[in-house]
């Protein structure tokens, strides 16, 4: 079995790379970090595969060798705050779309054709999708576009299996960064074991915590101006 991942020299994708490798499957970690990708491919179930998933032509020359995937699991991310939204950073919202949703496209045009009949394609999202939350403007906006992007695939395609991860907070590199509380926040290492497990049976959503997951998917059956009221309370 052959796994490609993007984004897997950090966080969640790292860990599902060292995840898949360990369980016997030939692994290629894609990414921009040099330095992350020679230290993956030390494991000898892991290839190095370095690309910007924002360019195109980045990605196929990168990945022209490669034929076919059994699994193609899109994880490459940001995440910005947008924290003033009277005064709108438009470059800021530019950054975060292209890279967490327009190279969704990029890859897909690129891999997706790549991927064997009865293969899988996993599609990394975001719990943020289940209710508008504070300063979430830019990454909220661009994974909502990844969920519909993937729920729209699964649709359509016929001969490929997609599944879509909402995660809930996970401590990476990128949310040590958050200046804020991660309720039930949990590990990259937790965060792929679940993203496995699912995969592995071909789960059309993913999602965890489940507890936090569930708490959000009841509190979006609230009525809108009550979430706003409450959401509002939470910037403060």
Known sequence: MTTLITGATSGIGEALAYKYADAGEQVIACGRNTDKLAKLSSHSNIERCEFDATNLQDIRSSTVA?????RVILNAGNCEYIDDARNFDSALFTRVVTTNLLSMGFCLEALLPKIKPGGQLVIVSSSVTYLPLPRSQAYGASKAGVSYLANS????????DVTLVHPGFVKTPLTD???FPMPMAVSAEKAASYIYKGV????????????FTLILKLLRMLPTPLWLKLAKGLSR
């Open 177 to 179: 960064k958050n200046d």
């Open 200 to 211: 592995e049976k071909r789960r059309k959503e993913v999602h965890f915590p489940y507890r």
């Open 153 to 160: 695939l699964a649709v359509d395609l016929n001969d490929v």
């Open 66 to 70: 490669y034929t076919q995937f059994d």
